[in-house]
């Protein structure tokens, strides 16, 4: 057989699909990263007819090419969280105005084979986002962020994706040295919000789309 993993995860996806739609998520599957962007400009913008948008961290959504896709957009009103250069009080206020707008778009730490999103956050504007305020959610999600129960998922988010992610940013966190948790007290700590959705209300708010390629940590 021609790509035994790519038809492996196509199988696991497809299982996870089904999960996720019994808990009222709507959910596309896409081939790989380049997939996902088509699917996302030709499919589901248009169809939710939006005039506002925003997003929260995820590097999934910046390696589809979604981000500099969609901060180019003429016809919508952006509020671009990425934007460097922000003052500290100017960045916070833009993530609490990017929850009230018509689609945003981020990613997940993890999600279970049974169909529930499991989300580690610093700040609380990403799982605040998935949790409320914005009328529409898009979520791009690579095969490596499936894991079989939520115990998986808190292990693969606490033991590997934080510290990875401290990593990337340069926070100043015992993680940094050590690639464990150790539960720190640090000011740079990311670990403070937990969320776990278990279902997508209202039902379809919640559009995953799962990505048949490792993306994101």
Known sequence: ????V?????LRLKRVQEAL???NFSVVLAKNAQDAKRIVLEDIVPSLSVKSVSWGGSMTFVAT??????KSRT???ILDTYEKGLAFEDMLERRRRSLLVDLFFTGTNAITEDGQLVNLDMIGNRVAAITFGPRHVVLLVGRNKVVPD????MIRIKEYAAPTNVMRLDKK?????TGRCDDCSSPDRICNHWTITEK????GRICVVLINEDLGL
């Open 1 to 4: 057989m021609d790509q035994p």
């Open 6 to 10: 790519e038809h492996y995860w196509e």
């Open 21 to 23: 739609e019994k808990n």
């Open 65 to 70: 090419g979604l981000y500099e896709a969609m």
């Open 75 to 77: 016809d919508l009103e």
């Open 150 to 153: 939520l115990e998986s998922a």
């Open 173 to 177: 966190t015992p993680c940094f040295h």
């Open 200 to 203: 997508s209300y209202p039902k």
